[in-house]
């Protein structure tokens, strides 16, 4: 049996063991793992067969001399990049690293979709060109455009967020009929205001382009899919169970069929002619599915598909290795929670706030 040396970044994160422990006890493959990540925690050290600390990727050359370092100790095999960020910096960095026989497979390798994937902006546009349903959004760079794109509507709710970013890291919901300033969010700027309470706070002094959308309060899907030449190979489509979309992270997810998700997740990949690992987030308004967002890496929450069913960070191993991908099949419209909430969901308690399962955390609001 092979053992695959394979790097994971953002190893200290909420999910992680869930996707370390995919890796571990396949049948026709060892794993030996590396952990990255920029905080100096335990849960790296203890998940993994080795762990470095390295620096923020938004210091791209430290961060790349940091990857060197750690390839020429280590050699691995694969590197599954957990962040969008990182994924974006590697592949634009990608001739220089083989310059430098730092040769690692990615499981998603084309630059020009990482950009496409990682610019929002730009991911919105190709949609919108290519008839893939998004719903409205405008592209806004200061206060005035801003406000003329809401004035005709200031009783409606807007979800205003950073071209480049990801999680709800400076995402806001504005409601002009709010007198106060909310918290949606304690660990993240991520708040609830009004026009002028925004005006003050000055997002736009780095030149910051913002996306401004509807906010729509139907239903929202995480969908996990591997694919090549522009054709789906492995797909999973996991409904949100908690109340509060906007957490960066699963708190439980419930796997369900859809057709016209598929549908359209397809017509994606199709159009871009993507290979590899994608993670969608998609959201329901009335009969309508809207495509929010894409990355060309794992979700942090992927390894629910495994309790599922369908261990994609495995078959991902066996795709980029020449393995041969097993036939996994999921266990449709069961519940399931991450490791951090360590057990399977009671369904006659669907819906249930963060704080109703994870005492360590401060209340969270309902959105």
């Known amino acids: 049996m092979k053992t695959f040396k394979i790097c994971i970044s953002c190893i200290n994160g909420y999910l992680t063991y869930d996707f370390v422990d995919s890796l571990k006890n396949q049948k026709d493959f060892k794993s030996y793992l590396i952990g990255i990540d920029m905080s100096d925690r335990n849960k790296g050290k203890i998940l993994c067969n080795k762990f470095y600390k390295v620096n923020d990727p938004k210091n791209e050359k430290k961060y790349i001399n940091d990857l060197i370092k750690i390839y020429k100790r280590e050699k691995f095999d694969i590197f599954f ?12 960095n990608i001739k ?24 929002k902006a730009k991911f919105l546009k190709f949609c919108e060109s290519n008839n893939i ?13 801003l406000f003329n794109e809401i004035k005709k509507n200031l009783k409606k709710k807007f ?11 400076n995402v806001f919901l504005l409601n002009n009929n709010s007198n106060k300033k909310i918290n949606i969010l304690e660990s993240r700027n991520c708040l609830e205001l009004n026009f002028k309470m925004l005006k003050k706070m000055n997002i736009f002094e780095k030149k910051t382009k913002f996306i401004l959308m509807p906010f729509y309060n139907g239903k929202m899907y995480d969908v996990d899919c591997i694919a090549h030449k522009g054709k789906i190979k492995e797909f999973s489509i996991r409904e949100r169970e908690c109340q509060n979309r906007f957490i ?26 993507f290979s590899g690992i994608c993670d969608f987030d998609l959201i329901k308004q009335n009969k309508n599915y809207f495509l929010l967002e894409a990355s060309c890496r794992f979700s942090g929450s992927v390894g629910i598909c495994t309790k599922s069913g369908l261990n994609f960070p495995a078959q991902m191993v066996r795709y980029l290795m020449q393995l041969k991908p097993y036939n996994y099949q999921l266990n449709y419209n069961d519940s399931y929670r991450p490791f951090l909430i360590q057990k399977k969901i009671d369904r006659s308690k669907r819906g249930i706030l963060l704080n109703d399962y994870i005492p360590h955390f401060s209340k969270q609001l309902k959105y």
Do not use: C, M, W
Not at 159 to 169: A, H
């Open 96 to 119: 220089k690293l083989e310059k430098l026989s730092v040769k690692f497979k990615l499981p998603s390798n084309n630059f020009e979709t990482a950009k496409i994937l990682y610019d």
């Open 81 to 92: 990049p957990l962040s969008d960020l990182e994924s974006f910096i590697i592949l634009k």
């Open 159 to 169: 979800i205003l967020k950073p071209v480049k970013g990801s999680g709800t890291k």
């Open 133 to 145: 349903n998004v719903g409205k959004f405008k592209i806004v760079s200061n206060y005035e455009s």
């Open 248 to 273: 960066f992270y699963s708190v439980g997810h419930r796997i369900i069929k859809n057709s016209k998700i598929k549908k359209l997740i397809q017509k994606f990949v199709s159009k871009l002619k």
